[in-house]
């Protein structure tokens, strides 16, 4: 049936329903997505203010438990504190009114400057360990004195702590508050005496408007909610009814941040932890209204579909013809040069996009034969290339060959000397032909070291002595291919180069802290400081035979980097010590 009334209709009517119905899709498309995007952005916005709002809360919410830190030290580590209550304690007999006196007296004076300092502090309460006595009190009308079942309360939150602030909220009678009660933070801990042990219980009645009105901002908004939990998790603050919520229990957990959906309304959860008094702040705010404002782009997108369909409809009733004729011309082109036939040509009548449009399609009819004849001569190449490369290849592995039928010839005949020299050449010139990535230990390093050693040797007119020593932990630890022989070349290259008298090179290998130190020592002609410097700096441009030094060192920096390096001491007629410092890297640390 679609078949059929496909048929009957004229190109333009399914042009123009067909064109409608995109430009109604791509408006809606286009609303939708912008719609989300400005949800996005401006739910981005207010969560990012929201998160900073309460990283700034939880900032100043340090510096006050930090001030109550201060105070409690002070009160805590005072030695005239200590020594008064030690004593009112552990008296045997009852203390005259007078001693009583002068006693509580001394403790006012040590403590009348908190007065003035924390003026936040409501009531402060110092009780020996018995709990019966408490030997100051800082109270002001606000607040009444703590009740017993407030006591036994905060000693037993307190008998489990080791001597950190403990605190706890509550609701203290209060005979100012129409309530007839004042909500206070309880901060209490453990007074230690010097020795370690503890010899009373502090106890600070805490203004609770000192802790929380940094909060009010952040949780002020449609449903808004601050939760305040102390270092045992526990709930101190909050400036609701307590909730135990998904978005609680998903911050608790772990979650720094999260979006949840409560009945109807969505909310945005953030978590502060602060490092420095292991306090956590959890607060919410509503976005519901950000999806009811957003919700107006949504409509007014669907509007300009419907509008769209109609204008476009009369445009693309008068603009037809016009715009139908080239295209077609160029539809038929397109399937002429689709048959193979690259010499067709469109004839351009305008000036505007369509023209343009004809003019390119020549363009790309008369450059794909030449394109076809580039990719084919470059896969040519890329052959030829593979081919050089696989002979590159060949040549010195027919090196090897060669040199170990060699060894064998001369072995065979006899002649020792030259077979073993023909035999280092070969093992050291298998080692050079191996993977580079292929893994490469100490112990065989070192034997390769040891084959170019024993070539040169063979070519040396005065005595040589080498000594090669490494610690047996060090032999199986990784090292990269080939780093040490460029080194010990250097030393026949430059240092033993003018040197007549005996010839002494040195290779050691040990473990010095985390480092696998390698020192490579010659008693040659040495260098001078600036010739050191020279060699080791980044930008040094020299000769072939001096850049083996360079060779090592950015090989180091490429594999390794940092804190790994090479370093160089050396004098002027001294010889010269190389000094790596390379990875301990082994079978164990795969």
């Known amino acids: 049936m679609w078949t059929s009334w496909g048929k009957k209709v004229s190109f333009k009517s399914k042009l123009l329903i067909g064109i409608s119905a ?40 340090e510096l006050r438990i930090q001030e109550m830190y201060r105070v409690s030290n002070y009160i805590v580590f005072n030695r005239t504190i200590e020594r008064i209550i030690t004593k009112l304690s552990n008296a045997r007999q009852e203390l005259s009114f007078a001693e009583r006196y002068f006693e509580q007296e001394q403790i006012a004076e040590q403590l009348r400057q908190v007065k003035f300092d924390a003026p936040q502090l409501l009531s402060l309460y110092l009780y020996d360990l018995t709990g019966r006595n408490y030997y100051y009190s800082l109270l002001k009308e606000t607040v009444e004195p703590l009740s017993q079942a407030d006591f036994h309360d905060v000693h037993s939150t307190v008998a489990s702590s080791n001597g950190d602030l403990v605190w706890m909220q509550r609701s203290i009678p209060s005979q100012i508050e129409k309530s007839g009660y004042r909500d206070v933070i309880i901060a209490s801990r453990w007074m230690k005496a010097s020795h370690g042990e503890n010899y009373g219980l502090l106890v600070m009645v805490i203004d609770e408007e000192f802790l929380t009105r940094s909060f009010r901002e952040i949780g002020s908004g449609d449903d808004g909610r601050v939760y305040l939990y102390d270092q045992q998790a526990k709930l101190l603050y909050t400036d609701g009814p307590e909730e135990d919520t998904e978005g609680i229990k998903r ?32 607060s919410r705010v509503s ?79 008369s450059s794909v034969q030449d394109m076809i004849q580039k990719v084919y001569v470059s896969q040519i190449r890329e052959r030829e290339a593979e081919l050089k490369a696989l002979q590159a290849q060949l040549n010195p592995h027919f090196l090897y060959n060669t040199l170990n039928g060699l060894y064998w010839k001369l072995y065979l005949q006899n002649d020792l000397d030259s077979a073993n020299l023909v035999f280092s050449l070969s093992k050291l010139l298998k080692y050079s032909l191996e993977r580079i990535k292929k893994r490469t230990t100490l112990r065989e ?60 090179l040195e290779i050691r290998a040990y473990r010095i802290d985390d480092f696998l130190k390698i020192e490579i020592e010659d008693n040659g002609c040495g260098m001078s400081k600036e010739q050191v410097e020279g060699i080791c700096a980044p930008d040094f441009t020299g000769e072939r035979d001096s850049l083996g030094v360079q060779s090592v060192l950015r ?36």
């Open 555 to 590: 090989r180091i920096n490429l594999v390794y980097g940092p804190p790994y390096r090479l370093e160089i001491t050396s004098s002027a007629g001294q010889g010269t010590t190389v000094h790596l410092y390379l990875p301990l890297r082994g079978d164990e640390q795969r």
């Open 22 to 61: 995109i430009i109604f899709f791509t408006v809606n498309l286009t609303g939708l997505i912008s719609y989300q995007t400005h949800l996005r952005l401006f739910e981005e916005e207010v969560t990012g203010q929201y998160l900073k709002a309460s990283e700034q809360a939880m900032m100043q919410l």
């Open 251 to 282: 911050l608790l957990t772990g979650t720094n941040n999260s979006k949840i959906k409560e009945g109807d309304t969505i909310f945005f959860y953030t978590s502060v932890y602060s490092k420095e008094i292991l306090f956590t702040l959890i």
């Open 287 to 365: 976005l519901s209204y950000i999806f009811r404002e957003s919700q107006l782009i949504l409509n007014i997108s669907l509007w300009l579909g419907l509008l769209s369909i109609g204008l476009s409809g009369l445009l693309i009733t008068l603009l037809s013809g016009r715009l139908l004729s080239p295209l077609r011309e160029l539809v038929r082109a397109m399937r002429t040069m689709r048959e193979g036939n690259f010499d067709i040509r469109i004839r351009s009548r305008t000036y505007d996009e369509l023209g343009f449009l004809g003019e390119s399609f020549n363009s790309m009819a």
């Open 445 to 504: 390093e070192l034997e390769q070291v040891e084959n170019y050693l024993r070539i040169q040797s063979a070519f040396l007119e005065n005595s040589f002595d080498a000594r090669i020593h490494a610690d047996e932990d060090v032999y199986d630890c990784d090292i990269q291919r080939l780093l040490l022989q460029p080194l010990v070349e250097n030393a026949f290259v430059h240092a033993f180069k003018e040197r007549t008298s005996s010839k002494v």
